[in-house]
């Protein structure tokens, strides 16, 4: 069964830095998706990516799909405390699978 | 503007007490779906349903059962909850299920307490 494992588990940055945060899948992938969660609430839908190489941005959040689609990476510019929060890829297979999520905290 | 309705946010029930979870969604979408999501775990599948085809989890305790009586509403009944049930239940939808790859679209979750 396929796996996802983010890095890192943890992060704490101060307001203003960027970051990185990076999902890999144990086998090809062939949709990948980006949620955030905040504390007590439900997913939201950041982004999906599908072909090998591609990218999308929105506001200060790019992610990337790497070639061989088995690695995805999700960066923030200029990070704020709004940014804050639980970040889960998921991979688009017969069902969606998450991976093990990464915490995010900003302080001023 | 809410296109994944739960409710209540907050339940508390007894051990043992049946509960209900409810979920409404304004997209008119085909599938949905109940997550149970533990503390610092990530979301976990228990079923969903296409159009009125229901698909249970095969490690989907017999506890769990659903309703769905029309497009828009979903129902997650616990018949006998235990401590262990005490999670975040996420629902979710999407426009459709084309071998899984549609985008699906959460709700705010209810967490569900068991005294």
């Known amino acids: 069964s396929q796996e996802l494992e983010q890095s890192p588990q943890s992060l704490i940055v101060q307001e203003g830095k960027n970051l990185t945060i990076n999902c890999t899948s144990s086998?090809?992938?062939?949709?990948l998706y980006w949620y955030k969660q905040k504390y007590g609430e439900g997913l939201i839908f950041l982004m999906m990516?599908?072909?090998?190489?591609e990218e999308k941005s929105h506001e200060k959040i790019t992610a990337k799909l790497d070639e061989k689609k088995q690695q995805s990476s999700l960066h923030i510019t200029a990070s704020q405390p709004s940014h804050a929060g639980i970040y889960l890829c998921?991979?688009?297979?017969?069902?969606?699978?998450f991976g093990t999520g990464t915490r995010l905290q900003v302080f001023p | 503007d809410a296109m994944v309705i739960q409710n209540p946010r907050y339940q508390v029930t007894q051990f043992g007490k049946p509960v209900t979870l409810s979920c409404s969604q304004t997209?008119?979408?085909?599938?949905m779906y109940w997550y149970q999501q533990k503390s610092s775990q990530a979301p976990k599948l228990l079923f969903h349903?296409?159009?009125?085809?229901?698909?249970n989890e095969a490690d989907t305790p017999d506890n769990f059962q659903s309703r769905r009586p029309n497009t828009s509403f979903c129902f997650l009944d616990i018949r006998s909850p235990g401590l262990g049930d005490a999670a975040m239940y996420l629902c979710?939808?999407?426009?459709?299920?084309?071998?899984?790859?549609?985008?699906?679209?959460f709700g705010p979750g209810t967490r569900l307490t068991v005294l």
């Open positions: 979710a939808t999407s426009r459709d299920q084309l071998a899984g790859r549609d985008t699906q679209y």
């Open positions: 086998k090809t992938l062939y949709g």
């Open positions: 990516l599908q072909k090998g190489g």
């Open positions: 998921g991979a688009d297979t017969d069902k969606l699978i």
């Open positions: 997209l008119n979408h085909n599938v």
């Open positions: 349903y296409y159009d009125k085809d229901f698909n």
